[in-house]
């Protein structure tokens, strides 16, 4: 969990509040895909030992 935690510190969403006119909803759908994108970095969320049971499925 620690990890998604620091790469949710890192995004743009967390970093700063909305801006005039700035939708949350479009935000977030535009990080979450560009998240997609990196199928490493999906899979580094599963390294956390709370989750670590998952890989093995």
């Known amino acids: 969990m620690l ?4 790469i949710e510190r890192q ?3 967390a970093r ?3 801006r005039k006119g700035e939708q949350l909803k479009e935000k977030v759908d535009k990080q979450l895909a560009d998240i997609q ?16 049971y998952i890989r093995d499925c």
């Open 11 to 13: 995004s743009t969403v």
């Open 37 to 52: 994108e990196r199928p490493e970095l999906v899979r580094s969320f599963f390294n956390a030992p709370s989750v670590a």
């Open 16 to 18: 700063r509040p909305l």
């Open 3 to 6: 990890h998604t935690v620091s």
